[in-house]
């Protein structure tokens, strides 16, 4: 199975190099850290190879199955050097597409007037990627919301893909912009994104900025955080729910493809936003001295997802899963959620308190709304990690904000102009918002 | 005795077809045994009618036929089979009312088991069930898939949920379903690339005759030469399967003798216990036990209507009484008249009519034939035709099909398939549209009578149907 990954505009293809880099530090990781046989070893680096690289016909390198836009060149050249430099993967030549001028942040920039340019080039890109594929598992989409390219142009590829691969599985991981971000119409752009991803993709994974920058500050103790401190959590996270691993209910290989995962974690048309939680996160210098266990591992995460905290520290221990009188629950409920044990005697830790019913939707269960996915090597040097994707009501709050500044500036109509002159129409507007708005009414009757 | 090792060597060439080919195993003791109605033959007898009536019906005997049967009460089962064999035709009173907790009356049911054989050629229909190890699409058998054992209970079905729970349900399972489709779609494309990389790579090298490649099969054999043995005794038990079907044909006509002398003990029972299942007049007195014979599915009226029917064929025999002699007459006259030639020349034309309807028919039949055949396999070209037409026209008319099917080039056929299924996907997609525009309407209509609802159309819907 093989997963194709899109990078689409400047924090796209950053994260993007980033994405691969850390694929690849895992599967060199030295065979004494990783807890597993040489063969058993073998194994997992060749299925993690073949989803996300392919082999050279004339050196050892792998190619990263990556087809990388943007309308700037700074950020594709640089991400392609760095790759090179690495010595362990390269992208592949003539994948690649930049022009000049950029999107300036305007979303109506990307969408109407670059989409439509560069449709006939990303779609050829796109195919020759495919064909090399023997099965092509789904396409990874990484962009950001609030700029111009990666929403605009994003976008609009996410709609060409889908015409073009009727039946092929997308997921878009989408980076929040953060609440007070630099970027004026930051909201514009991220509401109009969101509104046509949901059309398009079948799951959008949501990484926020300000929840990624605690991590990073709180957790991992990095004093100056830059971007790619903030890129590095977001690829830890995104490996640890795309490395191989085995589902725990069926013996044989099936269940692993992409398409299996999302049918499980998005069965419902209406609620596509996805959020992951991992735990343990420590910073390089606390590594030596921690050890977990699996029991207050899965404890942490449990109340993570119940109090919709973003990690492990500063957990509200408060919120408890019970009903209030009236029928309504304070606590965090699900639709469906898919837990990945990766590390030291994965075999004992227990989730089952992940199967209590009130976790879940009213009209949904455990049983279908839980899978739980291991895989006894270690990951990241961590010697035990869990990984939480869910679909659940957390996400809410969030776009709930982003919708509401949104709805401020259009009441004025600020910004709008910039936009209805590059093709849009105040339609347009109306439309995405409505759809959001029906998402948050979705989640929230949850 | 030579007769009677010739009955016992065939009956048991036939416990041993019926066990080849699934059903449950039998002994030759057992039919013997029931010649002479004991009563521990009965049990065995009713489970192999169950999965022989099963077989005729659905075309196998599965698995899940035999678990179904270990789990239903006798009585469900005797009802079972009493109700198929009926439907079938055997109206045979002495069956019907066999006791329903399966103790004796074992003669009754060798008799059934014999008529059922005979009726729907069951014999021949194993014959027809082709299961050569060595065919291509038979190799996923050699994969270990573990079946999984999935809660055999569906979701939702514990606790009670309101419509909108259950509207919301809905269209998760529905989701969901779709999103399975498309994982078969991928799986199905990864077949296809495989086979085609299989095919390429072995190019120029072939063990059949036709191909200009290996298949996949082949491929997989020589790669693990150690899996034949495992292919040659399953040859092994397919061929010995064959052979006892071959034997059969020449020895069935012992069997039939054989069930004759079954039947002569039954009449003969029947003269000597004195008339217990005979006629109605004893009906009366049979009430009690003999209380159900007719096991199929007739309405309450059918006697009433069976009776007015009957009236009225009668009514309609005396109206047309004359008119029936009069062309019985005609006919007489017209057969010492017409000559032999002429009745050859009235079969020629005939002939002619028929095979030219056949050709304007379309050749839909012969074309799915052409294009599920497989490349040169065994197959048993059946002779028999089922019309009751006389047997000149009917080998004349089946001979030149057949003729027609080996000429025919599978390319042509196949090209008009494609386009014509085409067209009838572009026809869907005109149709679809049109309904969707139809409903969109429609909902239009509502929101706008209704002043309390807005009707919002998600873009996407929207541009696909302006």
Known sequence: MSVITLQLGQCGNQVGGQFFTSIMDDLHAPLTAINMSKQANNDYIQESQETFFCEQKNSSVPEARAVMVDMETKAISQTVTEAKRTGRWVYPER????????????????????????????????????????????????????????????AYVSEMLREEFPQAFMVNQVVWPYRTGE????????????????????????MENDELHKICSQLLSIKRIAFRDINRVICHKLTSFLQPAQPVETRTGYGKELGSKLQLLVPHPDHKLLTIRNIPQVSDRAMEFSTFQWTGLLKHLRQMLIASAPMEEGINWQVKVEETPRGSSR????????????????????????????????????????SVSTQPRSFCGYEKCAALISNSRSVVQPLDHILEKAWNMFASRAYVHQYVKHGMSEEDFLDAFVTLEQVVSSYKSL | MSRGIQVRETIELLCRILTDNGASLV???????????????????????????????????????TIAFNKMKTEEKVLCVKKEMQRKGYLSRAFASLPPDMQGGSRELLLALAWLIHTEGIIHRFMDNRSS????????????????DSGDHPPFTDKKYTPAQRVQQLLMLNHKLRMKIRLLHAAQQEHATLTH????????????????????????????????????????????????LLQWEDKEIVFWEWMDSVLDLKV???????????????????????ARTVYLDVPPSMGADIAASRRNLMNMILQFESA??????????????VSEWELDQLLTAINAEILQLQSTLGREPNKERCLTSRGPSLALVKNKSESRVPAKVSNAVAASSQSRDIEEDTAAPIQDEITRLQMEAESLERELTAMRRDCLQRLNTVAETDPDTICIIPPHVRKLCQ
């Open chain 2, 27 to 65: 002994e030759a003791e057992t039919l013997r045994k029931a010649k002479f109605d004991k009563p521990e033959a009965s049990g065995p007898l009713w489970q192999l009618l169950f999965e022989l009536t099963s077989f005729s019906k659905y075309g196998k005997i599965a698995s899940s036929a």
């Open chain 2, 133 to 148: 190890p060595v065919d291509d699409d038979v190799m996923s058998l050699y994969e270990s898939v573990e079946e999984e």
């Open chain 2, 324 to 337: 029936i002699e009069k062309l019985e007459e005609l006919w007489e006259t017209k057969r010492s008249t």
């Open chain 2, 268 to 290: 003969q029972g029947r003269v000597d216990g004195g008339d217990s299942f005979s006629s109605d007049a004893e009906g009366a007195e049979m009430g009690a036990c003999a």
């Open chain 1, 183 to 206: 970027v004026i119409v930051q909201n514009y752009n991220a509401v109009l994104t969101l509104s046509h991803l949901y059309q398009t993709a079948d799951a959008i994974v949501v």
């Open chain 2, 197 to 244: 990389k299989i095919h390429n790579a072995t190019y120029g090298v072939t063990l059949s005759p036709g191909m200009n490649h290996l298949t996949t099969m082949q491929t997989h054999m020589l790669r693990h030469p150690q899996e034949m043995k495992k292919v040659l005794t399953l040859l092994e038990a397919d061929s010995s399967r064959l052979e006892n």
């Open chain 1, 95 to 154: 994948q690649q597409l930049h022009q000049k001028r950029g999107s300036g942040n305007n979303w109506a920039h990307g969408f109407c007037l670059h989409g439509p340019v560069v449709r006939e080039a990303v779609l050829d890109m796109v195919q020759r990627e495919a064909e090399k594929c023997d099965r092509l598992g789904g396409f990874l989409s990484l962009l950001s919301l609030a700029g111009g390219t990666g929403s605009g142009v994003g």
């Open chain 1, 331 to 370: 606590h965090n409920r699900s639709l469906a959620a898919s837990l990945v044990l990766r590390g030291k005697d994965v075999q004992s830790a227990d989730p089952s308190i992940f199967r209590d019913p009130s976790l879940y939707s009213s009209w949904t269960s455990a049983d279908i709304g839980l």
